[in-house]
């Protein structure tokens, strides 16, 4: 099997069209990684925290009463 990477010539322009398209594409991919990191992972644990805490600060007013 030939190494198609052989073929690409090192001098030669890539199209700015061609350009754009793969740095949208990457962008595209970098913001479906943030956005399923904060739905996933992020927001869960600030949601866990803040139960926590609220659990924690209504324990310590029921114990001072």
Do not use: C, Q, W
Not at 29 to 48: E, H, Q, R, W
């Amino acid at each position: 099997m030939e190494n198609p990477f052989k073929k690409i010539l090192h001098n030669e322009e890539v199209p700015k069209v061609l350009r754009e398209r793969v740095i949208n594409d990457i962008s595209l991919i970098k913001l479906s990684i943030d956005v399923a990191d904060l739905f996933v992972i992020k927001y869960p644990n600030t949601i866990g925290e803040f139960l926590d805490t609220e659990s924690k600060t209504i324990k310590n007013n029921k114990k001072e009463k």
